[in-house]
């Protein structure tokens, strides 16, 4: 493990998926495994039609973005990387993409009905994380939904990994799923669902979480 600041590891992350073969090694495939398909069917279960989703850290807007537009919610997605971007813009033609860091970047309060982050949270330094879990309930509306992927394990500063997808380095940061367990819930969440993807006969070891704004 090691020890470096936020600037850096952002910098790690942004210039990882910039430079890196992410699209070669994830997210060609439109179609949702189905451990993924049976959240996202609960989360789409549990919210409007043409609801407006947020998606924190929305890489190149497959499969989850383009699969929630084809139900008829509107999205808006944000990711510190320029090229996830300029990828998800023509993957998914309706939403709405912007370049930037989602720890700094704020929309307004009470106008979501749901925020998707996946896979994302554990790229920022963990002593950040009761913060972004504030920031998204307040970016909700009465009884949204939250649906968000986390570490499962405790890591002593951040991990760095110099050969992600194959070429570039890569950070990541987390705590142990009971810690998220217990923010969310402080935050003012009630969780609905978690499981670690790794139980169900694949993927890697994360926790998955829908929750509800109470």
């Given at each position: 493990?090691?020890?470096?600041?936020?600037?850096?590891?952002?910098?790690?992350?942004k210039n990882g998926y910039n430079l890196g073969k992410y699209a070669k090694y994830f997210g060609k495939n439109n179609q949702l495994n189905p451990f993924e398909k049976l959240y996202f069917d609960n989360l789409i279960?549990?919210?409007?039609?043409?609801?407006?989703?947020?998606?924190?850290?929305?890489?190149?807007?497959?499969?989850?973005?383009?699969?929630?537009?084809?139900?008829?919610?509107?999205?808006?997605?944000?990711?510190?990387?320029?090229?996830?971007?300029?990828?998800?813009?023509?993957?998914?033609?309706?939403?709405?993409?912007?370049?930037?860091?989602?720890?700094?970047?704020?929309?307004?309060?009470?106008?979501?009905?749901?925020?998707?982050?996946?896979?994302?949270?554990f790229h920022i330094p963990r002593e950040e994380h009761e913060e972004v879990i504030v920031m998204i309930y307040g970016y909700l509306r009465a009884n949204g939904l939250l649906l968000i992927t986390t570490g499962v394990?405790?890591?002593?500063?951040?991990?760095?990994?110099?050969?992600?997808?194959?070429?570039?380095?890569?950070?990541?940061?987390?705590?142990?799923?009971?810690?998220?367990?217990?923010?969310?819930?402080?935050?003012?969440?009630?969780?609905?669902?978690?499981?670690?993807?790794?139980?169900?006969?694949?993927?890697?070891?994360?926790?998955?979480?829908?929750?509800?704004?109470?």
């Amino acid at each position: 493990m090691t020890n470096i600041n936020g600037g850096q590891i952002r910098e790690i992350v942004k210039n990882g998926y910039n430079l890196g073969k992410y699209a070669k090694y994830f997210g060609k495939n439109n179609q949702l495994n189905p451990f993924e398909k049976l959240y996202f069917d609960n989360l789409i279960e549990n919210i409007s039609n043409s609801s407006n989703i947020l998606d924190l850290g929305c890489g190149t807007g497959l499969p989850y973005d383009h699969y929630l537009s084809t139900k008829g919610h509107k999205i808006t997605g944000i990711d510190i990387a320029e090229n996830h971007i300029l990828i998800a813009q023509n993957n998914v033609k309706t939403g709405t993409f912007i370049t930037g860091d989602y720890t700094k970047y704020k929309f307004n309060n009470n106008s979501f009905d749901a925020v998707v982050s996946l896979y994302s949270l554990f790229h920022i330094p963990r002593e950040e994380h009761e913060e972004v879990i504030v920031m998204i309930y307040g970016y909700l509306r009465a009884n949204g939904l939250l649906l968000i992927t986390t570490g499962v394990e405790d890591t002593d500063g951040t991990e760095i990994d110099d050969d992600f997808c194959g070429n570039v380095k890569m950070a990541w940061s987390s705590y142990g799923a009971d810690r998220y367990r217990d923010l969310l819930k402080s935050s003012g969440f009630q969780i609905i669902k978690s499981d670690n993807e790794a139980d169900f006969g694949g993927g890697d070891e994360q926790l998955w979480i829908l929750a509800r704004k109470i």
